[in-house]
């Protein structure tokens, strides 16, 4: 778990307590390989392969026929063949250690120290796309397969493995085996978004999807043949595991996602645009901390969708939805995950190609941008976003949640 999956963690355990399990892993038993013994080759003599001259004593032959090898040509033959068939094996199955050899002269000049301990960290790249789920809330934002056992201290409890990726991706995973015992109440659903504490995100207003198509669960031992891929940038693994003998394995890809529309912010600090590519939707861009957001252009309301209309710049309109418009960019904060209750800052629409002057100060738990569009238009608005400092919270606050929602 890298750094920023060890920050996320951090707040989702804040706002809902998460236990630290032992996980064992068994790995798996390796035949050992059978090789020449090379015990005996110190106190083999000094070979040289240079024919002595015939003597009386020598067997006569035809010279037609050759001598048969002797042992220690044999044994020299069988050493030699041994470390030419490891070295294609190993080439094949570590294609890139070739460009590595010509890299630059720091392969040459390294110690044998360090070429033993590279060549150790080689031979470990193998298993290096393995993780092993290990706390109750789990984050990651890595490929690879996954692997849980179910212990006695997460007995009973509802777990997560929150995924996430970046902004332009979604997250495809595939169960590679499940057994869960259904009779104890065990259970592993897929969730296409995160959940906590009830809530979602994306809240149900904003997610193309409907609730219900939202979850896939299971139980049993069996093998799940679908593939599940998520609307947006995260994705969440729920599970509970009353036996101590359910396990389960996936794999967690990320693809690419042409028409990005929800997205949860990963970074304390960015620029993104968010758009509806001329739909009818509710586009969000989040990040579970408070933070101060500036939008940089605007472009909500004003481009027709068929591409008709006369574009013109008219500044940044405020208070959009009081107004009554259909399109605008929601500007505010919640204390959970859903957006649905927001609490306003502010609404914008129009066409501005300018930096705003206005930066609105979010003390809430979770920031949102949230772009509502009619379906009539081509809407996009650029904001930064960054978290708040101390400082930021001396100074005025556009926006301050309930203190349940500000816990660090």
């Known amino acids: 778990m890298n750094e920023s999956d060890s920050a996320l963690a951090g707040v989702?355990?804040?706002?809902?307590?998460?236990?630290?399990?032992?996980?064992?892993?068994?790995?798996?038993?390796?035949?050992?390989?059978?090789?020449?013994?090379?015990?005996?080759?110190?106190h083999t003599p000094h070979i040289t392969l240079q024919r002595r001259p015939a003597t009386a004593s020598d067997r006569r032959v035809s010279p037609e026929v050759q001598q048969p090898p002797t042992d220690a040509e044999m044994y020299l033959c069988s050493v030699a063949t041994f470390f030419c068939c490891w070295a294609i094996v190993l080439v094949k199955t570590h294609p890139h250690i070739l460009p590595?050899?010509?890299?630059?002269?720091?392969?040459?000049?390294?110690?044998s120290g360090t070429r033993s301990k590279n060549f150790a960290e080689l031979l470990r790249t193998?298993?290096?796309?393995?993780?092993?789920?290990?706390?109750?809330?789990?984050?990651?934002?890595?490929?690879?397969?996954?692997?849980?056992?179910?212990?006695?201290?997460?007995?009973?409890?509802?777990?997560?493995?929150?995924?996430?990726?970046?902004?332009?991706?979604?997250?495809?995973?595939?169960?590679?085996?499940?057994?869960?015992?259904?009779?104890?109440?065990?259970?592993?659903?897929?969730?296409?978004?995160?959940e906590l504490n009830g809530q979602f995100f994306p809240s149900p207003e904003d997610h193309p999807k409907p609730m219900s198509q939202r979850f896939s669960e299971f139980c049993g031992e069996r093998k799940i043949k679908q593939s599940f891929v998520s609307a947006?940038?995260?994705?969440?693994?729920?599970?509970?595991?009353?036996?101590?003998?359910?396990?389960?394995?996936?794999?967690?890809?990320?693809?690419?996602?042409?028409?990005?529309?929800?997205?949860?912010?990963?970074?304390?600090?960015?620029?993104?645009?968010?758009?509806?590519?001329?739909r009818r939707s509710n586009c969000s861009f989040s990040a579970l901390f408070p933070a101060?957001?500036?939008?940089?252009?605007?472009?909500?309301?004003?481009?027709?969708?068929?591409?008709r209309s006369v574009e013109l710049e008219t500044g940044t309109l405020h208070k959009c939805q009081k107004r009554g418009l259909d399109d605008y960019a929601q500007i505010g904060g919640s204390s959970g995950l859903d957006?649905?209750?927001?609490?306003?800052?502010?609404?914008?629409?129009?066409?501005?190609?300018?930096?705003?002057?206005?930066?609105?100060?979010?003390?809430?738990?979770?920031?949102?941008?949230?772009?509502?569009?009619?379906?009539?238009?081509d809407n996009s608005v650029t904001i930064a976003m960054r978290q708040l400092t101390e400082q930021d919270f001396s100074g005025y606050i556009s926006v301050m949640c309930p203190l349940e929602g500000l816990k660090k």
């Open 126 to 194: 193998k298993r290096s796309g393995d993780h092993v789920i290990a706390d109750c809330i789990h984050m990651s934002s890595e490929e690879g397969q996954y692997y849980y056992k179910a212990h006695s201290q997460q007995e009973g409890n509802t777990c997560g493995v929150y995924f996430f990726t970046d902004p332009d991706k979604r997250i495809e995973l595939h169960f590679n085996y499940l057994d869960v015992e259904c009779d104890n109440g065990g259970l592993v659903s897929f969730v296409d978004g995160w």
């Open 339 to 377: 957006n649905a209750g927001l609490m306003l800052a502010d609404s914008v629409c129009g066409m501005d190609s300018k930096p705003g002057k206005i930066t609105e100060l979010i003390g809430c738990g979770t920031t949102t941008i949230r772009l509502v569009s009619s379906g009539g238009f």
């Open 232 to 278: 947006q940038n995260v994705a969440l693994v729920q599970y509970r595991m009353p036996s101590q003998t359910s396990s389960f394995s996936l794999t967690v890809r990320f693809v690419k996602n042409t028409t990005p529309c929800n997205v949860l912010l990963q970074d304390v600090e960015d620029v993104y645009t968010l758009r509806n590519y001329g």
């Open 12 to 42: 989702l355990r804040d706002r809902q307590g998460g236990a630290s399990v032992y996980l064992k892993l068994v790995r798996r038993r390796r035949r050992p390989h059978k090789h020449p013994s090379v015990g005996t080759l110190s």
């Open 292 to 307: 101060a957001v500036r939008v940089l252009s605007v472009n909500v309301g004003v481009t027709s969708r068929d591409g």
């Open 100 to 111: 590595s050899l010509h890299a630059g002269d720091q392969h040459v000049k390294t110690t």
